[in-house]
């Protein structure tokens, strides 16, 4: 009995501290970083512009034949990207909420389908030796206890490799349109 009693206790204090770590919030952010032979203005044009997305996008990747369109005047504050996923369930869309050229977009996506989500992407960009520095920053509202299980599945590190991914279709697509 008394075995069962300090089971109860144990399982009991383990659901009060994930739902008190359910509460907490920490927000997700990762950091990706690249360096484009490539004009400034040209990088700020191509992450501005939806239409240009899908030339080095890391999601088409995965999704080849993923369903997408884009809202509003592209390449403009208010334009959306709108995806559904064919091969990938996947679904939601990305606005551009920020722009300050040449040098910082921001955009806020919302994600509905396999779960929901509204990760932020922000992009900020820098001239240093020639090249366009492009630093991206994805955020996401999370719990700490969201985060742990997103650590503990390997869900993070997928994330920044996505980023990375996307960094690096960026820099291929960007350098060779000069």
């Known amino acids: 009995m008394k075995v069962l009693k300090k089971l109860g206790l144990v399982l009991l204090s383990l659901v009060v501290l994930g739902v ?25 044009t191509i992450l ?13 990747v995965a999704d080849p034949n993923q369903e997408n369109r884009v809202a509003g005047e592209d390449g403009k504050v208010g334009s959306k990207f709108i995806w559904k996923g064919v091969d990938e369930e996947s679904e939601g869309f990305q606005e551009l909420v920020i722009m300050e050229k040449p040098s910082r977009l921001v955009m806020e996506c919302t994600i509905t389908v396999p779960f ?7 992009y900020d960009l820098s001239q240093e030796a020639g090249k366009t ?46």
């Open 20 to 44: 008190i770590l359910n509460f907490i919030q920490s927000p997700v952010v990762l950091k990706s970083s690249q360096s484009i032979s490539a004009p400034q203005e040209k990088i700020f």
């Open 48 to 60: 501005a512009s939806y239409e240009q997305f899908p030339a080095w996008s890391p999601f088409l």
């Open 116 to 122: 929901e989500s509204n990760p932020t992407f922000q």
């Open 133 to 178: 520095i492009v630093q991206q920053t994805f955020s996401m509202p999370s719990s700490v206890l969201d985060k742990i299980m997103l650590n503990v599945f390997g869900v993070l590190e997928e994330i920044q490799q996505t980023n990375e991914l996307g960094l690096d279709r960026l820099k291929a697509y960007a350098e060779s349109k000069i």
